[in-house]
Each structure stands twice: as structure tokens, then as C-alpha cells.
């Protein structure tokens, strides 16, 4: 798992929406998995804006893009180039 990816898990893992112990695949769902919510997905928009200095487009707020660590990490990616 990319740097990206373990950046992510760990804000997950340090504000409660899973556990220390618990892991993810690179491909799981956050929201079928009962992770995140709309609430935890706003919170979690303003963590990568804030962490990457990025502004996320409208029209890249689509469930692709933040419903799995790959999708979160390839959006990252793709605005940070």
C-alpha cells in the first residue's frame, strides 16, 4: 500500500471510524463497509484538502473517487500533479 494509502488508513484509524487493529484492502468499500458516512466523507474531503493542499473539483466528487483507498489515492494523485 502507497504512501497516500497508509496517510488515509491512519486518519481513519486515529479518528475512530475503525478500529487500531483493524485493516483495509486497497479496493473496499468505505461506505458499504459502514466506515463512513456522508458526515465522515465531508471530514475526510477537508483532511485532503488541508493535508495536500488541493481544492477537489465539483465534478470529482463522485463515489469512485471516495469510496475506496484506491479511489482516494488516485483523485490525490491526479490533483497534485
Known amino acids: 500500500m502507497g504512501q497516500i494509502m497508509n496517510d488515509i488508513l491512519d486518519y481513519l484509524k486515529d479518528n475512530s471510524f475503525i478500529d487500531r487493529e483493524s485493516s483495509l484492502n486497497s ?22 484538502c488541508e493535508k495536500y493542499s488541493i481544492e477537489i473539483p465539483e465534478d470529482m466528487l463522485t463515489p469512485e473517487n471516495f469510496d475506496s483507498l484506491q479511489g482516494i489515492n488516485d483523485l490525490i494523485v491526479k490533483l497534485t500533479k
Open 27 to 48: 479496493s473496499d468499500s468505505l461506505t458499504q463497509n459502514g466506515i463512513m458516512d456522508s458526515i465522515g466523507l465531508l471530514e475526510l474531503m477537508d483532511h485532503i
